[in-house]
């Protein structure tokens, strides 16, 4: 389960050991219009890259807790984080109401 960060810069100093931290940011979020196969490949590569990144999922955590908006962050892109968000969301109210009785 991913957990809210604690704030401040050393809550964010898990960047200077991903496996992304040299290489172009481009890769990592879309351009205009860019759709289909070459949208695919891009985020394929970022994935690549992330799957390979010691700190994956303090990456996944960041983008979660700040809701990033754009870009592969952790391994997941801007859509399949919006469906998680979604589940868990989902997931609270469901669990969280049984839990109260109600």
């Known amino acids: 389960m ?6 401040g810069a050393e809550s964010f100093s898990w960047q200077t050991a991903a496996a ?14 860019e759709r289909g196969r070459a949208r695919e490949r891009r985020q394929l590569t970022a994935k690549e890259i992330c799957g390979e990144c010691p ?14 908006p754009f870009g592969t962050w952790g391994g997941l892109t801007e ?19 049984s839990a109260r009785g109600g």
């Open 20 to 33: 992304c931290r040299n290489v172009d940011p481009a890769l990592f979020f879309h351009p205009d219009g």
């Open 55 to 68: 700190v994956i999922y303090q990456c996944l955590e960041h983008a979660v807790t700040f809701q990033e």
């Open 79 to 97: 859509e399949e984080r919006g469906k998680l968000l979604s589940r868990r969301a989902v997931n609270i109210r469901t669990h969280g109401r």
């Open 2 to 7: 991913l957990a809210a960060g604690r704030g």
